[in-house]
């Protein structure tokens, strides 16, 4: 059932987005990193109504976490600035949550009017080594469900109705 909320707050909004990702059947370890990563935005930007989240409020989360966020260690003193990689999956993450919020609250999804430019490069970087790699000449393997390939931009890649990444 579909209802537009008059004032959800993030965190609301937060706990049934992770409750529908777990009902989807998504592993219990991706659903963890959706709610780390949606958690620091809501550290970062606050409690506010879901609706009222613009485009210029997620490239400035972004853009945080690009230059001023340090990754801290529990262990040792070394503090370091986060990858491009854990950025894009930052990205990946909002992008999962405000797409399911557009679809069950009847709202404008944020993220479309986002640029893409620079995550379209991120797309192409293989997972396991960090190497550029073709996206169009990578085969698809039949171990990984082509609805949840993060670079699925193939022609024999399947994208999913919620996908809002673009084309290659």
């Known amino acids: 059932m579909h209802h537009r909320p008059q004032v959800l707050n993030f965190s609301s909004a937060l706990n049934g987005f992770l409750q529908y990702k777990l009902a989807e059947g998504l592993s219990s370890s991706t659903v963890f990193n959706y709610e780390r990563d949606l958690k ?3 550290e970062h930007m606050g409690d506010q109504g879901i609706g009222k989240i613009s485009s210029a409020n ?3 989360f972004l853009n945080y ?3 001023e966020y340090v990754l801290c260690r529990i262990a040792g003193k070394e503090e370091r600035k986060l990858s491009e990689k854990t950025i894009y999956n930052f990205y990946v993450s909002l992008s999962a949550f405000f797409t399911w919020a557009g679809i069950e609250f009847e709202m404008a999804n944020p993220m479309k009017k986002a640029p893409d430019r620079a995550w379209r490069r991120m797309r ?3 997972l396991s080594g960090g190497r550029r790699s073709s996206c169009r000449s990578r085969p698809a393997t039949p171990a990984l469900k082509p609805t949840r390939m993060i670079g699925a931009c193939s022609p024999w890649c399947a994208r999913t109705a919620s996908a809002t990444r673009p084309s290659c």
Do not use: D, P, T
């Open 124 to 126: 192409r970087w293989n």
């Open 58 to 60: 997620l490239l400035e």
């Open 40 to 42: 620091l935005w809501l």
């Open 65 to 67: 976490l690009r230059s």
